[in-house]
């Protein structure tokens, strides 16, 4: 059973920087998508960006472009998001998400995940 748990999340003011972090078991292939979903009260939940673990492409919603990036460290069994210059349309509830892949790998905005963390709190004040 795939495990994710959530860690990193805090109050910033704009402008700063959080890195949260997704440690996940259980994986039984090394070929996942693996993303970042987020959010905000009275909002749909909106997947700002994933990554494939077996090779190096990742995906980003336009609303974070230039500056989030996920990365991961496979050795630490853990993926990362690094979030600069914060806004306060950040703020939300941002869960880490996976789903194995099959054949050809797609990880992108389209992801339909099946695992999910219990999630952590970003709140960024203006």
């Known amino acids: 059973q795939v495990q994710l748990e959530e860690s990193g999340g805090g109050s910033v003011q704009a402008g700063g920087s959080l890195r949260l972090s997704c440690g996940y078991s259980g994986y039984t292939s090394r070929h996942y998508c693996v993303g970042w979903v987020r959010q905000a009260p009275g909002k749909d939940r909106e997947k700002v960006a994933v990554l494939y673990t077996g090779g190096n492409s990742t995906y980003y919603a336009d609303s974070v472009k230039g500056r989030f990036t996920i990365y991961q460290d496979s050795d630490k069994n853990t993926v990362y998001l690094q979030m600069n210059s914060l806004k306060p349309e950040d703020t939300a509830m941002y869960y880490c998400?996976?789903?194995?892949?099959?054949?050809?790998?797609?990880?992108?905005?389209?992801?339909?995940?099946?695992?999910w963390g219990p999630g952590t709190q970003v709140t960024v004040s203006s």
């Open positions: 998400a996976a789903r194995r892949t099959l054949g050809i790998p797609v990880c992108d905005g389209s992801t339909q995940y099946n695992y």
